[in-house]
């Protein structure tokens, strides 16, 4: 350094080129800012965001990350919030409290035992919480503007009557794949809106018959299920749904199932089956995909096929040729059977018949074979013919 002294004090002609490389020029400066603060927000902010510009919302993925806590260095203008795919067993919206203007929230795919809803989410449309350990329908107070909400791939094995009444505001509902045998009657109590409703993949093996009332549902699921019949009634009067789902049901093709039949052959364009394909799960119309399951004479039948010499729903089912009942008991012929009286065994006239009929007029018999009485019949006399006299000695 004794000939040219410090860096500061060189300017020859290579010193101008170190000083280039130790002094960025103006874009070089503006990169390193933009990469600064990547940085900062990165060590603060563990989940990448980016606007949904078909939503016009901030969305923030949290998925996959392994976390057992809802983060709190969110940003505050969040919008949707994605947390799938965690560990997270324990979730409180206070939790969201933060975030004022969120609006969807994916919690699938953890371990969740439990929701608690102690801090309303004002602003909260979508809640999805379906592939989690739920065995009971969270509270759903304080979350007035929710209109989609799912369900899916829980435990959930028992609703109680008005379940969803405080969102009223609900547009789809998504149960599949819950644990449900039966529900009472009032658990769709107030969802005047509805338009979706899931129930396939449980074990609903009875509905009530009020069910559906008060709703005008688009799309109906019940496909999966243990269901064998469904009530007179079930489906709301001249309301045309969209979709309905009834395959994979064991229904039982009886005279107790002549409701369903006959609304399945009214609603045929309504009837639709879900059916997973390599490239992906088809939907198409399907009159024919609810089949029967029993008895045995009907299994594989689609119910709208099914024949059965019915009054009215609940009588005892005859197939339509009359011969056998649910059991195998051979049912008597509605006609009188020709041995009730002996082949062999003439009819004799108790009265005179009608002097009407020609004499030529064959006169036909009820009972008795046809050889019995000549072609022709002569009409007898109106009184008894006098005894012949007896013959001369």
């Known amino acids: 350094m004794a000939a040219g002294g410090s860096f500061p004090g060189s300017r020859g002609p290579g010193s101008a080129a170190l000083q280039t490389m130790l002094c960025p020029t103006s874009p070089h ?9 990547a940085g900062a927000v990165g060590q603060g902010e563990p989940c990448p965001s980016e606007m949904n510009l078909i939503k016009d919302r901030l969305q923030v993925n949290c ?20 947390l799938s795919t965690n560990r997270l067993a324990s979730v409180s919206t206070a939790s969201f409290q933060h975030l004022p203007e969120l609006a969807e929230l994916d919690l699938s795919g953890n371990v ?26 969270p509270t759903l107070q304080g979350l007035p503007a929710l209109t989609r909400l799912t369900l899916a791939h829980n435990n959930i094995s028992e609703l109680l009557p008005g379940a ?22 009032e658990a769709f109590e107030g969802l005047a809106g509805l338009k979706d409703l899931d129930l ?5 093996e ?10 005008e549902l688009n799309t109906l699921w019940l496909s999966g299920n243990q269901l064998r019949t469904l009530p007179s009634g079930f489906f709301p009067e001249w309301h045309m749904f969209a979709y309905v789902y009834l395959a994979r049901n064991p229904w039982h093709c009886d005279c107790g199932l002549a409701y369903l039949q006959g609304w399945i052959v009214d609603n045929d364009i309504s009837i639709y089956i879900e059916e997973q394909k390599s490239d992906g799960l088809l939907t198409q119309n399907d009159p024919q995909s609810p089949v029967c399951d029993s008895p045995l004479r009907h299994h594989g039948r689609p119910v709208i096929e099914f024949q059965q010499l019915c009054s009215k729903a609940g009588d005892t089912d005859l197939d339509i040729d009359g011969t056998m009942t649910e059991e195998g008991t051979p049912v008597p012929s509605t006609t009188v059977p020709s041995t009730t009286l002996p082949p062999t065994t003439p009819v004799p006239p108790t009265t005179a018949p009608s002097t009407i009929q020609s004499p030529i007029t064959p006169v036909p018999t009820t009972t008795a074979p046809s050889t019995i009485l000549p072609t022709t019949i002569a009409t007898p006399p109106t009184t008894a013919p006098e005894p012949a006299s007896p013959a001369p000695p």
Do not use: C
Not at 177 to 184: D, F, K, V
Not at 200 to 204: F, I
């Open 112 to 137: 969740l035992g439990v929701l608690h809803t102690v801090a309303p989410l004002l602003l909260l449309q979508e809640l999805i919480l379906s592939h989690n350990a739920l065995e009971v329908l």
């Open 63 to 82: 998925s996959g990350q392994g976390l057992s806590v809802v983060p709190l260095a969110l940003p505050r203008n969040t919008g949707i919030l994605l």
């Open 164 to 185: 969803f009444r405080d969102v009223g505001k609900l547009t789809e509902l998504n149960l599949r794949g819950n644990q449900l045998r039966t529900l009472p009657e």
């Open 206 to 215: 009875e509905l009530p018959q009020g069910l559906l009332a008060g709703l």
């Open 29 to 37: 400066l503006a990169l390193l800012a933009l990469l600064s603060v």
């Open 200 to 204: 396939s993949d449980n074990a609903l």
